[in-house]
């Protein structure tokens, strides 16, 4: 939280934040009067109230789509990128039983105004955690459920690798899937195929014009994508960390996204250590 400031207030709606995490408090003669406090500070004009009143909003609404629907509201509403970063992070509690619902609510978010700028541009960094919050989320549910909005979201930021703040959080974060177990090669494949995606655009803006201002960025990303690949091999080793047999699936999905890379000859492109 780099630009809030906290006070007594703030600090107070913290504390009834983490009682209402209890369900003791939520079941206690004080749940109205708690639950009260928090939803007037959701709307405080100190953006440090409602960051922490935030925390507590996937519990405020009830029933789940009840607080998803709430926590839309609030996303749309707010401006300040701490506390909307918050908010969408409370979405992630929803994720795999209600991935349809929040489906609709990332379709509602970036065709708001504000937030398609957001995901669609490049910034002076000031959303980030925000937008990577709506870049995860998406991508999650793209790979894990192929919902519509998502799937056509994270599609469009892997085929625009150096586009958008969204683009680029969405393909740092891609590292795990690549490293999924065999049990969830469907979701492995769905997220090499994304992966292939951005390489063939990067292949393309290569070619295009090697002094083009975007030439040095192409060529550092890529690097990204080969580090990806060979951390989730499992051939990696730290003391924190022993190299391992990639899955039997990996090979032939990596060796085919390897392939459309060759044509980048940098030493920074294929250093693996």
């Known amino acids: 939280?780099?630009?809030?400031?906290?006070?007594?207030?703030?600090?107070a709606v913290s504390c009834l934040a983490r009682l209402w995490d209890d369900p003791e408090w939520r079941s206690s003669q004080h749940a109205s009067e708690i639950s009260g406090a928090l939803m007037v500070a959701l709307t405080d004009d100190d953006a440090a109230t409602r960051f922490f009143a935030a925390e507590a909003a996937p519990l405020l609404g009830g029933e789940a789509e009840?607080?998803?629907?709430?926590?839309?509201?609030?996303?749309?509403?707010e401006r300040q990128p701490d506390v909307a970063a918050v908010l969408a992070r409370q979405l992630f509690r929803f994720r795999n039983s209600y991935h349809a619902k929040i489906d609709d609510?990332?379709?509602?978010?970036?065709?708001?105004?504000?937030?398609?700028a957001l995901v669609q541009t490049k910034s002076d960094g000031t959303r980030a955690h925000a937008v990577a919050a709506v870049a995860e989320l998406a991508l999650y549910i793209a790979i894990r459920?192929?919902?519509?909005?998502?799937?056509?979201?994270?599609?469009?930021?892997?085929?625009?690798?150096?586009?958008s703040d969204a683009?680029?959080?969405a393909i740092s974060a891609i590292r795990p899937w690549l490293a999924l177990?065999?049990?969830?090669?469907?979701?492995?494949?769905?997220?090499?195929?994304?992966?292939?995606?951005?390489?063939l655009v990067r292949n393309e803006l290569r070619a295009t014009d090697p002094e083009q201002s975007s030439f040095r960025h192409v060529h550092r990303r890529t690097g990204s994508i080969v580090a990806d690949i060979y951390y989730a091999s499992g051939a990696h080793t730290s003391t924190t960390n022993l190299a391992h047999e990639a899955t039997s699936g990996f090979a032939e999905e990596a060796f085919e996204t390897l392939a459309?890379?060759?044509e980048f000859r940098t030493p920074r492109s294929f250093t693996t250590r």
């Open 1 to 11: 939280m780099t630009a809030l400031s906290s006070t007594a207030r703030s600090r």
């Open 66 to 77: 009840s607080s998803i629907e709430l926590i839309k509201g609030r996303l749309l509403a």
């Open 105 to 116: 609510v990332l379709g509602e978010i970036v065709a708001s105004n504000h937030w398609t």
């Open 145 to 163: 459920w192929r919902t519509p909005v998502a799937t056509a979201l994270v599609a469009d930021w892997f085929r625009h690798p150096i586009d």
């Open 167 to 169: 683009a680029s959080h």
């Open 181 to 199: 177990p065999d049990e969830r090669a469907d979701e492995r494949a769905r997220a090499f195929a994304l992966t292939r995606l951005a390489a």
């Open 260 to 262: 459309l890379l060759t």
